[in-house]
């Protein structure tokens, strides 16, 4: 591990902003800037970055940053996944609060000082904010697609009303979270076998255990400064979600996971017809040569300017193909860590 900082300020700062980061060092750059544009004063918190085992110059790029406030910058020499690098950052954070934001994050002014207001505000809480997509990303059918899709998770978000704009939730996501670090001290550190997602769904379930809440605050909104709106980069981030996927619904038996599992898992004995013809469809077009076929004919669909309802279909179908072999390939991993237990846990878990 390598680090590059300013001494740490002292006394206690009031906040510590914490981000992992893997081979985005353009976004990161931009996220920086305006982490660094606060109507928090500057001597009032930090920025710990950690650099997850890049290659495009991450580490580079982020030391060479002057910020007005406490930037520091710590590096893994290989990829361990987004949970240990913020796990590292947070064991590094000496912020009375700690603020998680994705390293793709453009956000606005006042940013730190509402998710501070609203944790005082909300004591018990922990505090998520909002993103929106580019304006520019909705020029394209797959962007207006990534935008209907942030949009329905949004409307999810909101439970019951607790103020203006402010809406209790059930599951919080670690993209825009702010949280007291003395809840961090109680509940530990993010389970790094969760290296692209679940992490934050886990963590949650052991906030809740110690009697934590959440809130959506819609007001902390940012910008995802997602400027490539990528189908296979979004296949590929699928691919990696179901595999941990896998892992925290073995981790967390019983927790919404039946479905998930019985389309996307192997064939038993239980299965139906249809469910079997659904799965070994999957199973072939999830092969490389008809997954290649899929995806060129997706291309020259938007080439030929296709419906757009037609093109999300596909946009569908081609990140579900991929949502399964990331399923397959979380099963092979926990079969070949918890042998024939995996197994049961399998057959189980499809028939629930």
Known sequence: MNEQCHPRPEPELLASVIISTYNRSAALRETLVALGRQSLAPEQYEIIVVDDGSTDGTYEVASQITLPCALRVLRHEQNRGVSAGRNLAMRQACGKHLILVSDDLIVPENFLAIHLA???????YWVVGGLEQLPELTATPFGRYLDDWERQLDDLRKHAPLGDGIFEMEWPTARNLALPRADYERIGPFDEQFRTTCEDQ?????????????????????????????????????????HDTVLFC??????????????????????????IGKKLGKAMLATAPLRYA??????????????????WRLYRLLIGVYLFRGWRNGLATLKEREGRAAVNWQEKTQHA
Request: hydrophobic content about 35%; some cysteine; glycine content about 8%.
């Open 118 to 124: 609203t944790l005082a505000r909300f004591p018990g």
């Open 202 to 242: 886990d963590w949650a379930m052991r906030a809740r255990e110690c009697g934590i809440r959440f809130l959506y605050n819609t007001n902390i909104t940012c910008l995802h400064n997602d400027q490539a709106g990528d189908l296979l980069r979004q296949c590929r981030f699928q691919t990696r979600g179901a």
């Open 250 to 275: 073995y981790k967390h038996p019983g927790h919404r996971q039946a479905p998930i599992a019985c389309i996307n898992g192997y064939i038993t004995r239980g299965d139906g017809l249809t469910l």
């Open 294 to 311: 899929l995806e060129r004919f997706i291309a020259l669909a938007e080439k030929l300017r296709a419906p757009e309802p037609l093109l």
